[in-house]
């Protein structure tokens, strides 16, 4: 018998998750990156738990038109690294942004994701595309208005 000091955990069984698109035109990358984390995370639901993949789908179109404030369009720098002596490769942002605009995106959300399982989980459920076309029209995701802009 439950009483109401009984602590209720989310089961599989018990998510709905649902399918959203957001379009990034004239957004601001961090702010946009941190309301799809929240998104992905499943913190909008009220059956938030943070051990639970509770989270829902998220498609973001036009990932080309995304903005930056200040300077970073030539001050930020994107490191990576191939593995090899001497392998580090480095990219403006502006660079990036004209030749994959949607790994912006993806690095900056995936770095506010946790890290581990279920974080890498999490990050699975990011559509990202170049245009305003994507290749999940069979979903009937809802459009989502992002706070701000």
Do not use: C
């Amino acid at each position: 018998m439950r009483n109401k000091f009984d602590t209720y955990y989310t089961k599989k069984d018990d998510l709905k998750k649902e399918w959203l698109l957001i379009d990034a035109t004239s957004q601001y990358l961090g702010r946009l990156s941190s309301q799809i984390a929240a998104i992905l995370r499943g913190k909008h639901k009220a059956t938030f738990q943070p051990s639970v993949d509770a989270g829902d789908y998220v498609i973001v179109i036009n990932a080309d038109k995304i903005k930056i404030s200040g300077k970073k369009n030539v001050e930020k720098t994107y490191y990576r690294y191939t593995g090899y002596p001497g392998g580090i490769k480095s990219q403006t942002y502006a660079e990036l942004l004209e030749q994959k605009p949607e790994r912006l995106i993806y690095m900056a959300v995936k770095r506010m994701l946790p890290k581990g399982r279920i974080g890498r989980a999490m990050i699975t459920k990011l559509h990202i595309f170049k245009g305003d076309q994507h290749n999940h029209m069979a979903q009937k995701p809802k459009k989502l208005e992002m706070a701000y802009k």
